[in-house]
Antibody, heavy 123, light 106 residues
Framework: QVTLKESGPVLVKPTEILTLTCTVS??????????VSWIRQPPGKALEWLAY???????SYSTSLKRRLTISKDTSKRQVVLTMTNMDPVDTATYYC???????????????WGQGTTVTVSS | SYVLTQPPSVSVAPGKTARIICGGN??????VHWYQQKPGQAPVLVVY???DRPSGIPERFSGSNSGNPATLTISRVEAGDEADYYC?????????FGGGTKLTVL
């Protein structure tokens, strides 16, 4: 069974750095063209993609947030980590990680999602 | 940057057919994917590459991308289909989501 689970702080202060971890099971981050994406959703708003990383270390970041984001993976720990700097109250959201690359030749589609973790930015 | 446009809401009676559209520049040239999100839950992939379904998704969910806009069609709508639906593509190394459409079952 494929699962992804997000973990990280529930509350962060403005200007702090947010570090989120996605721990995966049921598949390997070293499988060919396997990847993980991070997506967030502010309360009552739409989904917003943040970043992805693939097994070959291909990475990409949201154009609007690129300067604040870093994504990395630890294959042996089965984890993908996202850091976001200079947190602001507008970054309050539910953050999801999701698997990519598992549907044949369709790499940039997310077929399994984690349950999400809610992050509040407040002093 | 690439933009996907969806209507904010669509309403349909039970048993009828719902169509949710997703517009974008030259969208016909892209692989379009659709997600269903019920309140308080994570999104679920219901259609990928415009018309393929992941295992476990009912045949009532189908899609097309033969022109602009791309369309998600839900046949024989049930109360349990009430949710937000998002389209998604990949463009210039970016994943792009539409703004979402709230499907209300009357």
């Amino acid at each position: 069974q494929v699962t992804l689970k997000e973990s990280g702080p529930v509350l962060v202060k403005p200007t702090e750095i947010l570090t989120l971890t996605c721990t995966v099971s049921g598949f390997s981050l070293s499988n060919a063209r396997m990847g993980v994406s991070w997506i967030r959703q502010p309360p009552g708003k739409a989904l917003e993609w943040l970043a992805y990383i693939f097994s070959n270390d291909e990475k990409s970041y949201s154009t609007s947030l690129k300067r604040r984001l870093t994504i990395s993976k630890d294959t042996s720990k089965r984890q993908v980590v996202l850091t976001m700097t200079n947190m602001d109250p507008v970054d309050t959201a539910t953050y999801y990680c999701a698997r990519m690359g598992a549907l044949g030749g369709y790499y940039y589609v997310m077929d399994v999602w984690g349950q999400g973790t809610t992050v509040t930015v407040s002093s | 940057s690439y933009v996907l446009t969806q209507p904010p809401s669509v309403s349909v009676a039970p048993g009828k057919t719902a169509r949710i559209i997703c517009g974008g520049n030259n969208i016909r040239s892209k692989s379009v994917h659709w997600y269903q999100q019920k309140p308080g839950q994570a999104p679920v992939l219901v259609v990928y590459d415009a018309s393929d379904r992941p295992s476990g998704i009912p045949e009532r969910f189908s899609g097309s991308n033969s022109g602009n806009p791309a369309t998600l069609t839900i046949s024989r709508v049930e109360a349990g289909d009430e949710a937000d639906y998002y389209c998604q593509v990949w463009d210039s190394s970016n994943v792009v989501f539409g703004g979402g459409t709230k499907l209300t079952v009357l």
